[in-house]
């Protein structure tokens, strides 16, 4: 029995409500994926002349991306590293790419011809790399790490990418006035 499943039962036991999102780090990071395969899904539906869509679309997934990114850099690869170096230090180069191509697609109209094909691009290096960790990494983490390590790591990994993510909601409502 891990810490969390102990406190989300005692919590129970007294009446407190318990959030049911992912309770360890690798949940977290899967939930995530799934969050941004919807998005490109969303994205890829948009008709030819659905500009603002397809530009709001574009920045939700980079910035979801972005901090995902961020969390595994600093937080989950660290960790992770002990379970396959080869592939950790791939993940990092991969995140190198994505960061590019975001960047790439930012500095791109959306009623440039070249949109979209950008924006295909960056959905299958992160389809790739989703699928080497879902694959292969994750599952080797999961030997090394034990259940108590990945929910303290998911907690803070949560924690890091709520602030990352309120932190850009600030700046864009700013940019909005």
């Known amino acids: ?10 919590a129970e036991r007294v009446g407190f409500e318990v959030e049911t999102e992912p309770s360890n780090a690798i949940n977290l990071l899967e939930s995530q994926h799934r969050e941004v395969e919807a998005l490109f899904k969303q994205l890829e539906e948009t008709s030819d002349r659905a500009y603002k869509a397809r530009e709001h679309l574009f920045e ?5 991306l ?14 992770g590293r002990a379970a396959d170096k080869d592939l950790t230090l791939e993940a990092y180069e991969e995140h ?30 992160v389809e790739h790399h989703v699928k080497e960790e879902e694959s292969d990494y994750f599952p080797k983490c999961k030997k ?7 929910d303290e790591l998911g907690l ?11 932190q850009s909601s600030t700046r864009s409502s700013r940019k909005d006035h």
């Open 1 to 10: 029995m891990t810490v969390m499943s102990i406190l989300t039962s005692a």
């Open 60 to 64: 939700e997934i980079a910035q979801k």
């Open 66 to 79: 972005t901090h995902h990114a961020k969390i595994e850099e600093k937080l989950f690869y660290p960790e």
């Open 96 to 125: 190198e790419v994505m960061k590019h191509l975001i960047s790439r697609i930012r500095r791109t109209e959306t009623r440039d011809e070249t949109f979209m094909a950008k924006c295909t691009v960056l959905k299958e290096v």
């Open 144 to 150: 090394t790490m034990s259940a108590d390590e990945l």
């Open 156 to 166: 803070q990994m949560k924690t890091l990418y709520d602030r990352l993510q309120s």
